[in-house]
């Protein structure tokens, strides 16, 4: 099951993610990146530590 981003303004641009699958585009449904759950875990405590910058709305 896919999950999409609450940040998504209109719901159509936007990160997906399903549980146990990984990452993908909306836009593009049938590709998606595999992730494990450590790496998941990796990426939101990477996330939430601003590692990437700050989050910007473009």
Same mark, same amino acid.
């Given at each position: 099951?896919?999950? @999409?981003?609450?940040?998504?303004?209109? &719901?159509?641009?936007?990160? %997906?993610?399903?549980?146990?699958? &990984?990452?993908?585009?909306? @836009?593009?449904?049938?590709?998606?990146?595999?992730?494990?759950?450590?790496?998941? %875990?990796? *990426?939101?405590?990477?996330? @939430?530590?601003?590692? *990437? &910058?700050? *989050?910007?709305?473009?």
């Amino acid at each position: 099951m896919w999950r @999409k981003s609450s940040y998504s303004p209109d &719901g159509n641009n936007c990160v %997906e993610i399903g549980a146990g699958v &990984g990452v993908r585009d909306s @836009k593009s449904p049938s590709a998606h990146l595999p992730l494990s759950p450590l790496s998941w %875990e990796a *990426f939101l405590a990477s996330a @939430k530590s601003d590692y *990437f &910058g700050p *989050f910007q709305n473009a």
